[in-house]
């Protein structure tokens, strides 16, 4: 099981670069239409908090002999599953407008729809499961904390420049401004 634990990580460092290819494409579409990237000192410490938890989660499981426990690893799977599914109903609705760095694309329009009709960051949500749930699946839970607690700190930091730039503009604010960041409001 620790050989399929450990193509599951390499399928996800792959899955990665390709959303980095998408970005990219959609950020040159962007900035072609006069969206301007938003300067973010953080960006660099998330690519790297994200590419780590792959690579730690791996080495956790083979340096520390961490077991697969069924009942963790279903749990976790279903979750991470649930976070992936999230994170590509995201990048379908945003569309053109999807990228992994912070661009001031509400002029070009903004998204209510999808995940949007609930919450202003769906992906967030969605990136924060998955980190803590892939190195779970086979109880790599130092690296598992770790890397949320490290992810959800540059979150915070990345949060206050992009809802800054988000808030500032009107028909942003008008239509999403309300919205909870993360949590859906039931009543």
């Known amino acids: 099981m620790t050989i399929a634990y450990l193509v599951l990580l390499a399928v996800v460092?792959?899955?990665?670069?390709?959303?980095?290819?998408?970005?990219?494409?959609?950020?040159?579409?962007?900035?072609?239409?006069?969206?301007?990237?938003?300067?973010?000192?953080?960006?660099?410490?998330?690519?790297?908090?994200?590419?780590?938890?792959?690579?730690?989660?791996?080495?956790?499981?083979?340096?520390?002999?961490?077991?697969?426990?069924?009942?963790?690893?279903?749990?976790?799977?279903?979750?991470?599953?649930?976070?992936?599914?999230?994170?590509?109903?995201?990048?379908?609705?945003?569309?053109?407008?999807?990228?992994?760095?912070?661009?001031?694309?509400?002029?070009?329009?903004?998204?209510?729809?999808?995940?949007y009709r609930w919450i202003r960051h769906p992906n967030y949500v969605a990136v924060v499961l998955e980190l803590f749930s892939l190195p779970m699946i086979h109880t790599a839970w130092i690296t598992a904390l770790a890397g949320t607690l490290a992810d959800l700190e540059i979150l915070r930091r990345r949060l206050r420049v992009e809802d800054n730039m988000l808030l500032a503009d009107p028909a942003y604010r008008a239509s999403m401004g309300e919205k909870p960041r993360f949590l859906p409001k039931f009543f």
């Open 13 to 115: 460092g792959l899955g990665r670069l390709m959303e980095l290819r998408i970005s990219r494409s959609n950020q040159q579409k962007l900035e072609t239409q006069g969206v301007r990237k938003i300067a973010e000192p953080h960006f660099r410490w998330m690519v790297f908090t994200h590419g780590a938890v792959l690579v730690y989660a791996a080495a956790e499981v083979i340096l520390l002999h961490r077991p697969l426990i069924p009942a963790l690893a279903i749990t976790m799977a279903v979750l991470f599953v649930f976070a992936n599914a999230l994170r590509w109903w995201v990048i379908r609705t945003l569309a053109g407008h999807w990228n992994v760095e912070v661009m001031a694309s509400s002029r070009v329009g903004v998204v209510t729809s999808g995940p």
